[in-house]
């Protein structure tokens, strides 16, 4: 549906811009020029990290990339086996994520989510979970899953939770291109699932449109609450604003009745929420919940999160 994920995992860099200016000297000149404008920089070091998953060592390779300053070009190759089980792994990931280097490094990228080490560090045990975990999750599960599921990004999410408080704001209604309905119309359009995780305050839920059978179900691990039902239904009636027109249904979305299911996990700590919300993504009609853990989840999610891996649910 979306383009793949990347398996080279590196931290964002703008490129230095290039001598455009033509030119009728010859090929060595033009080769001269491009070294002239290369991207190493007098004033700071280019960091990159690498996941490598295949070398069955960790080391460091330091290499000078430019022979005008003294500055080294580090590369970080990062060993987490796939091979390894995550109770064999837990030693990489405390070492190499939790308590690595930079801080703002890039983990994982994927369509254009991406996610730092200050974003996983989170998972770490009894973190608040932050929303660019949530969101490299969601486009993990787009890049993996077929046409009938759609998994927006809390950008996305909050854009239509604060719709009507913009609109009562601005006194215009906020354009297409605002509301990022460019995005997803063409994949809303055919769906039959909108995965929605929705950060309320301090409390991550996920609500769930189900085109396929007209109802809405908010998976909420606090239990039954009127304000965040509310807030769905407020949701139902954006996405009939902008997408109603173009998707097949007997119904309007605000029409859509909105419940809590039934078998809906509680959480047991006051800091799974986040947790939960991507579980239920992930396995979406599987009760996946029994025997929880929430440290043992916290580093699976770690380790999918810099592998690239996603494991769906029958959903």
């Not at 931290?11 to 001269?32: A, G, R, Y």
């Not at 430019?66 to 070492?95: A, H, Q």
């Not at 995965?195 to 996920?206: E, G, M, V």
Request: aromatic share 10%; net charge negative; proline share 4%.
């Amino acid at each position: 549906m979306v383009s793949p994920c990347k398996v080279l995992m590196k931290p964002i860099k703008v490129p230095e811009p290039f001598d455009l200016q033509k030119s009728t000297n010859s090929e060595n000149k033009n080769h001269d020029e491009k070294e002239k404008h290369s991207t190493c920089r007098d004033d700071e070091k280019q960091n990159k990290v690498i996941f490598d998953l295949t070398k069955s060592k960790s080391y460091v390779q330091k290499h000078s990339t430019c022979k005008n300053d003294e500055k080294e070009n580090v590369e970080e190759i990062i060993d987490l086996d796939n091979s390894k089980s995550y109770e064999e792994t837990d030693k990489d990931v405390d070492d190499e994520v939790y308590n690595g280097g930079l801080n703002g490094l890039v983990l994982a990228e994927c369509s254009g989510i991406q996610c730092n080490r200050n974003g996983a560090r989170t998972l770490m045990p009894h973190q608040w979970l932050d929303d660019e975990v949530v969101n490299i999750y969601t486009s993990y599960l787009n890049a993996s899953s077929g046409s009938d599921s759609v998994y927006v990004t809390t950008y996305f999410s909050g854009k239509l939770g604060n719709y009507h408080r913009d609109f009562a704001l601005s006194g215009k209604r906020p354009t297409q291109k605002e509301m990022w309905i460019p995005v997803y119309a063409p994949h809303i359009r055919v769906c039959k699932k909108i995965f929605i995780p929705i950060h309320d305050t301090n409390h991550w839920y996920l609500f769930v449109v189900r085109i396929d059978n007209e109802t809405g179900e908010y998976w909420d691990s606090l239990g039954n609450s009127a304000t965040r039902r509310s807030n769905c239904k407020n949701i139902l009636k954006v996405l009939d604003i902008y997408f109603g027109h173009m998707v097949t249904k007997t119904k309007k979305f605000e029409d859509f009745p909105v419940f809590k299911p039934p078998n809906c996990p509680r959480q047991e700590g006051t800091d799974d929420c986040g947790l939960q919300t991507i579980k239920n993504m992930m396995h979406y009609g599987l009760e996946w919940w029994h025997e929880f853990n929430s440290e043992q989840i916290r580093k699976e999610l770690t380790l999918m999160l810099i592998r690239n891996q996603t494991v769906r649910g029958a959903g």
